[in-house]
Antibody, heavy 115, light 108 residues
């Protein structure tokens, strides 16, 4: 059974960089699309972007200038980097595997942007 | 990007009743690539329906999806106590970004 485990700091200072990692267990990271999604309090879910391990990456245009996604195949994990964060980036961040839609989700990480 | 609008915002029902949730798209959803998720506080969203009408693995048959083009519906035939949650639709048919509706809360 494929499971996703998220890690990363829950508190980031304004203007700094948010970095989260999603580790895949029970299956290979290859041959699937992997996405990051977030949800700010009281807001709808927002798709941040996705990548395919062979190198194809697509970001939400609203965040594209500040986002980078990367993969470490040897560790079966992938990462999200969001630069120059502000309070508006405070949200629960999820990683997910995309097969038929977003089929498997990580548990979520609350990231608060505050000094 | 495609904007999804869900209605109603809140649905107040009792266990055993039928729930009908709507999701409207600002333009056609390519190949009916429309999904529904159930979201409970503190948990990750759970995929219920994909490709507009296909139940995901392990989803009870009281959940059904229908629709095409710009109008989609999620029906819960008989509400169980565990079904009270927020439901989101999501499109993944057109060029990214994938987008979500604003959610419908099904409450007792």
């Amino acid at each position: 059974q494929v499971r996703l485990q998220q890690s990363g700091p829950g508190l980031v200072k304004p203007s700094e960089t948010l970095s989260l990692t999603c580790t895949v267990s029970g299956g290979s990271i290859s041959s699937y699309y992997w996405s990051w999604i977030r949800q700010a309090a009281g807001k709808r879910l927002e798709w941040i972007g996705r990548f395919y391990p062979s190198g194809s990456t697509t970001y939400n245009p609203s965040l594209e200038s500040r986002v980078t996604m990367s993969v470490d195949m040897s560790k079966n994990q992938f990462s999200l980097i969001l630069r120059s964060v502000t309070a508006a980036d405070t949200a629960v961040y999820y990683c997910a595997r995309e097969t038929h839609a977003l089929e498997i989700w990580g548990p979520g990480t609350l990231v608060t942007v505050s000094s | 990007e495609i904007v999804l609008t869900q209605s109603p915002a809140t649905l107040s029902l009792s266990p055993g009743e039928r729930a009908t949730l709507s999701c409207g798209a600002s333009r056609n959803v390519n190949a009916n690539y429309l999904a529904w998720y159930q979201h409970k506080p503190g948990l990750a969203p759970r995929l219920l329906i994909y490709d507009a009408s296909t139940r995901a693995t392990g989803i009870p048959d009281r959940f059904s999806g229908s629709g095409s083009g710009t109008d989609f519906t999620l029906t819960i035939s008989r509400l169980e106590p565990e079904d009270f949650a927020v439901y989101y639709c999501q499109q993944y048919g057109s060029s990214p970004p994938w987008t979500f509706g604003q959610g419908t809360k099904v409450e007792i």
